[in-house]
């Protein structure tokens, strides 16, 4: 197992575990492992402020080692997927940290065929940092991505495929969290003539995801509230994953975006094979819902990757998590937050019912959640005392509810998800597990 990658890339705090050093040593890495000579690599990033330095590492990186670079600037994660193939570039690099806050910054690849790099691939890379290979005789071109993100708001806008969507009725507030969705997002709604309000759109990488975005909600809310608009619209910093506000101050979690999109692709015979991919982190309302129509859900780890691949060996069209990282692969092999927002309003157009409406139809069992902060998380979940704490709880909730509990692959901290038809049985575990690991770290 690597021990650099986490669940997505490399990530950390910048210029301290994130440096300029670091990355131009995996871009050389990656080159040597991934990328064939005289072959291509396309950059993006998001907003921070430590970015350009990263870019420029990593395009330094692979230059030295012979391969061409193409920059994209400024673009969301689930962009450079789509560059890949649009360019038939052999990789891609992001420099951004997502959801994370604004000190710190991460890497992650993605292969030719857009998706990211498998758990081996990523080993490899890691190995290669150990003993990387002489600077090539020739050096790679540097240069910047024509059109970038003009190509990639018209493959966005192309995925829609009712003739007729018309947006016009509607008033949307988007919230794209200082990030790299701001000059794309609003863009592509008003092409379907919505009316749209923007939020927190400016490239600001001193206030990336801070009080904003898909990880803090409540000023998108309470923006949806006051102003009555019929759909909020929240992006994390990268654009990988999306989130919906009701007109009532609801969150329409990946849960039910998943839900929506399975049965309307159901009812429609496009759901084909009658499978969706998530992971264990979602609800078991989802779960029984899809069971009612015929259709099985598929888990898998913490992780769109793990999704990702997953879809690819059982031919599932859809998948994603609870967070709001949705794939649906018929247009683009990992998660869009974009990309799912446009799909999810145009089900809506087609069934004649907006959002709101279609997530009722979806039942979650009560969740209750907690982070616990620990030096060394991997080992706190085996401790005797908490293992056996997490046999009790399990006990506890039988049949009729879940515990999972998790290192996080992203910070330094246990996850802890409890789930069960009884909300009050259900906090009473929550609590019982948090008091465990706090007293055992």
Do not use: W
Not at 375 to 399: C, N
Request: hydrophobic residues 40%; aromatic residues 2%; proline residues 5%.
């Amino acid at each position: 197992m690597t021990t650099l990658f986490g669940t997505d890339g490399v990530r950390g705090r910048a210029n301290e575990h994130v440096t300029a050093e670091l990355a131009l040593s995996l871009a050389r890495a990656a080159a040597s492992r991934l990328v064939p000579k005289g072959g291509r690599v396309i950059i993006g990033r998001d907003t921070r402020l430590s970015g350009p330095m990263l870019e420029g590492a990593l395009a330094a990186g692979f230059s030295s080692a012979g391969t061409d670079v193409l920059l994209a600037g400024i673009i969301p994660t689930p962009a450079i997927s789509f560059l890949i193939k649009d360019e038939r570039a052999d990789l891609g690099a992001v420099i951004s940290a997502s959801h994370n806050e604004p000190a710190d910054n991460g890497i992650k690849f993605f292969d030719r065929k857009g998706m990211k790099l498998t758990i081996e691939e990523e080993d490899a890379i890691e190995g290669a940092l150990e003993d990387l290979p002489p600077r090539a005789p020739h050096v790679g071109s540097i240069s910047p991505l024509q059109a970038a993100a003009t190509r990639y708001a018209a493959f966005l806008t192309g995925t829609i495929e009712s003739d007729d969507i018309d947006l016009s009725g509607l008033k949307i507030i988007v919230d794209c969290a200082y990030g790299a969705t701001g000059a794309i997002a609003p863009h592509v709604l008003r092409h379907f003539n919505a009316r749209v309000i923007e939020m927190h759109t400016a490239p600001d990488g001193e206030r990336i995801n801070r009080n904003c975005g898909s990880t803090h909600l409540e000023v998108l809310r309470e923006a949806v509230l006051t102003q009555h608009a019929d759909l909020g619209i929240a992006f994390d910093g990268d654009g990988d994953r999306v989130l919906l506000i009701s007109p009532r101050g609801e969150t329409i979690d990946g849960d039910r975006m998943m839900g929506i999109a399975a049965l309307h692709m159901k009812e429609r015979g496009t759901l084909d094979p009658t499978i969706i991919v998530a992971t264990v982190m979602s609800n078991m309302g989802l779960e029984h819902a899809l069971e009612q129509s015929g259709i099985a859900m598929l888990r898998t780890p913490v992780g769109d990757r793990h999704v990702a691949q997953a879809m690819l060996v059982h031919g599932a069209q859809l998948g994603g998590e609870q967070s709001g990282h949705i794939i649906f692969s018929d247009h683009s092999p990992t998660g869009d937050g974009i990309l799912t927002a446009i799909k999810l309003l145009e089900i809506s157009h087609e069934r004649g019912r907006p959002l709101h409406n279609l997530a009722d139809e979806i039942a979650l069992y009560p969740q209750a959640r907690a982070d616990v902060t620990v030096a060394k998380p991997d080992a706190l979940i085996t401790d005797p005392y908490v293992a056996s704490a997490i046999k009790q709880a399990k006990e506890r909730l039988g049949t009729e509810g879940r515990l999972v509990v998790r290192p996080s692959g992203t910070q330094p901290v246990v996850r802890v998800l409890v789930e069960a038809s009884d909300e009050v049985l259900c906090n009473d575990v929550c609590t019982q597990i948090t008091s465990a690991i706090e007293g055992a770290r």
